[in-house]
């Protein structure tokens, strides 16, 4: 496997680095990314390759579960990621991404799962309430149901963690941000939205009708 990743950089500098090599230059320019893509460490999302963005557009943070601990944050990389993105960068976007067969939020939704995992049991406590929730639904009567349930609510709940940031509520106020919820099932390549408006998970294509801001 680390044969493959070697092989792998050296195919990347010969034959993508090497033949667009001032589209990379330029990258030393510094960056303006179009927007914060917050999503799941899971190795089967790859952000770029989902919204098929080059380097450059889109700057992450990564994590299990796709979570935001709420403001303030003691020495949390997360919120100063967030307000560096926000504050200095100026994204006029920020996505908060779940996605299917997630593991924390498996984790999440059965804590004894984690017990031999402290540092994992303590992060996935940031999505407890929103377990504790899903897991008293009695009409998600399936582990299937539960899980996507937990996922969608999860990512809304990222989503107010978002705006208890000082940064993110002052750009939102003033219009040059705005927040999304998304969840992405890989087995067949769907991105559902968040719609405030109904308080449920649709199409993007049907979430974004209105259109959407650049
Ligand atoms: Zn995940």
Not at 55 to 70: D, H
Not at 136 to 143: E, M, P, V, Y
Request: proline share 6%; glycine share 8%.
């Amino acid at each position: 496997m680390m044969e493959n990743l070697i092989a792998g950089i050296n195919r990347f500098q010969n034959k993508v680095h090497a033949p667009r090599s001032a589209e990379f230059e330029k990258l030393a320019d510094g960056q303006e990314p179009w927007a914060l893509f917050i999503t799941c460490s899971d190795s089967r999302i790859d952000p770029n390759l989902l919204t098929q963005t080059k380097p450059g557009e889109l700057f992450v943070i990564r994590n299990a579960g796709n979570m935001v601990p709420a403001f303030p944050t003691p020495g949390g990389g997360e919120g100063g990621t967030l307000e560096f993105a926000v504050a200095v960068l100026g994204v006029p976007h920020i996505i908060v991404c779940g996605h299917s067969d997630c593991g924390a939020m498996k984790a999440a939704l059965s804590p004894e799962a984690a017990a031999t995992m402290p540092s994992l049991k303590q992060w996935i406590e940031l999505t407890r309430e929103t377990a504790t929730e899903v897991n008293a639904r009695t009409d998600l009567a399936a582990q299937p149901e539960r899980l996507t349930a937990v996922t969608e609510r999860n990512v809304v709940a990222q989503l107010d963690n978002l705006r208890t940031y000082p940064c993110v509520t002052k750009a939102i106020a003033a219009g040059d941000l705005e927040l999304h919820g998304w969840v992405y099932d890989f087995t067949n390549g769907e991105v559902r939205a968040y719609a405030e408006s109904t308080g449920s998970f649709v199409p993007l294509a049907e979430a974004y009708q209105g259109g959407v801001r650049a």
